[in-house]
């Protein structure tokens, strides 16, 4: 009986640093875990400052485009105009010498 103890103590003794050693492996992969989450929530927050950061961008080059194009049609509607007041002003001379 009294090896029978000795052999169930040094069995619980090496279960209880088996289950130490354990808990400490799960303690430190759960802290790097939470640290490698923590960094990828950081590297995320980041691409979407970034992203939001390039959408503004994206948004005042839109906006700068629209005008551009109002712009360029506007030119294109006054350039239609001039040609057309142009027009009228040859007509008008071919009338002024026929008059004269």
């Known amino acids: 009986p009294?090896?029978?103890q000795l052999?169930?103590?040094d069995i619980a003794r090496q279960l209880t640093a088996l289950v130490r050693s354990?808990?400490?492996i799960i303690h430190e992969d759960c802290t790097i875990s939470k640290q490698h989450m923590e960094s990828c929530n950081l590297s995320v927050?980041?691409?979407v400052k970034e992203l939001d950061v390039d959408m503004t961008d994206m948004e005042n080059f839109i906006v700068r485009l629209e005008k551009l194009l109002t712009d360029l049609s506007n030119a294109e509607s006054l350039s239609s105009k001039?040609?057309?007041i142009k027009e009228n002003l040859t007509i008008l001379e071919l009338l002024a010498q026929q008059i004269l």
Do not use: D, Q
């Open 22 to 24: 354990v808990r400490s």
């Open 7 to 9: 052999v169930a103590e």
């Open 82 to 84: 001039l040609k057309e």
């Open 45 to 47: 927050n980041e691409l």
């Open 2 to 4: 009294i090896k029978a």
